[in-house]
């Protein structure tokens, strides 16, 4: 296990800053993961610590070694490709072992080491066959042993789920969780998928425009965002996003969107900007109790249903547990629970804290 620590590295393609003053540290045997759209900077960012690309500006440190000026190889990194990358005319076990064979180590401990880590994926079945004749998740899973195999003092995956249909990305999943318990080697995750993010990872770097907008835990990125943008980012379906105005009322607070007030948080004065109000579909409730409003949408995904509710003057989408009985144009009331309300500078996008 390794630590990696990036200090105020940037990368540039001429004219155009794909990373800019990016300071990072992951610690020994930890499973982070860049997460953001195409084009964020976050492929570019693992390439630069690979050493596939030259940095333009900073450090990147391995076990307490500046290796700016390292090779690929000497870094001591295993990297799983998106396009699996492995070689055709070789069996499994043959790319399995390659880097091994690279390196003149003897056939008996080759051999003994691709058995080793052909049981850990579960490819014994499989070490004689050719690449174009696994499925696609098994050709996954011998790109990841030849990654493993290297014993590598960190484990880089550039969108190693992307080819994989919806199923067997959720099983690669469940795998490389269960590798990484068993391994507990550090690794660093690339993906546009929050998903992927959310379940895997200790830490998530939320990239935008080749910075980190927030580096936390699951937990921190989802329920206490630092922007209106990893807010939104985070979680599917996305937060709503509200435009109204904080009003005061006989010593009470509530915020006003299109004709209806919604009971806020208790705070201690109005603040001095106008704030955006964001709230996911689980703090959106439909009951007996609250604003009148109708059905317009209902989408079933099986554990849940989304329902999106309008008002005079807004809507928004709340999550029922099980699949409701509800349909468009039904009428029900609509409340926030107060606890999941997130408020933002509507100039800055910043999450602000009431109290």
């Known amino acids: 296990m390794a630590t990696l620590e990036l200090v ?25 993961t860049l997460l953001g759209p195409s084009g964020c900077g976050k492929t570019t960012l693992l ?13 990147i440190w391995i076990e ?10 000497e870094r001591n990194l295993a990297m799983v490709f998106q396009n699996y990358a492995l070689y055709p005319h070789m069996t499994v076990a043959e790319n399995i072992g390659f880097s091994m064979r690279l390196r003149k180590q003897p056939k008996e401990e080759i051999a003994e080491r691709v058995g080793h880590v052909a049981e850990t994926l579960e490819l014994e079945e499989l070490l004689e066959r050719l690449p174009r004749e696994l499925s696609g998740g098994q050709q996954q899973r011998v790109a990841i042993g030849r990654a493993v195999i290297r014993e590598p003092a960190i484990f880089l995956f550039d969108e190693p789920f992307s080819n994989l249909d919806a199923a067997l990305r959720v099983r690669m999943r469940v795998e490389i969780k269960e590798l990484h318990q068993r391994l507990g080697t550090t690794s660093v995750f690339v993906t ?16 935008r ?38 009003e005061s009322g006989e010593g009470e607070y509530s915020y006003r969107i299109g004709t209806v007030h919604f009971p806020i948080p208790d705070i201690t004065k ?13 703090h959106i409730l439909l009951g007996k109790e609250g604003t009148p409003a109708k059905v317009h949408l209902v989408q079933p995904i099986g554990p849940f249903t989304y329902v999106t509710v309008t008002w005079e003057g807004g809507n928004a989408t709340a999550r029922v547990s099980g ?3 509800l349909r468009p144009g039904d009428k029900v009331k609509v409340s926030f629970d107060t606890s999941g ?6 100039q800055s996008d910043e999450r602000i804290e009431l109290n």
């Open 8 to 32: 105020n590295v940037s990368k540039r393609f001429g004219e155009v800053t794909a990373c800019s003053n990016i300071d990072l540290l992951v610690n020994e045997g930890e499973f982070i």
């Open 47 to 59: 390439n630069v610590v690979a050493g596939l690309e030259e940095l333009t500006e900073g450090e």
């Open 64 to 73: 307490n070694r500046m290796v700016n000026d390292l090779s690929p190889f």
């Open 192 to 207: 546009h998928d929050q998903e992927e993010a959310l379940s895997l990872s200790d830490r998530i770097a939320v990239m």
């Open 209 to 246: 425009f080749g910075r980190i907008e927030q580096f936390g835990t699951p937990e921190q990125v989802y329920s206490l965002p630092t922007s209106k943008y990893v807010a939104r980012f985070i979680g599917s379906p996305q937060l709503d996003i509200f435009e109204g105005e904080i």
């Open 270 to 282: 109005l603040p001095d900007q106008p704030l955006d109000l964001g709230v996911r579909p689980e």
């Open 323 to 325: 699949v409701s009985p």
């Open 341 to 346: 309300m997130l408020f933002f500078d509507r």
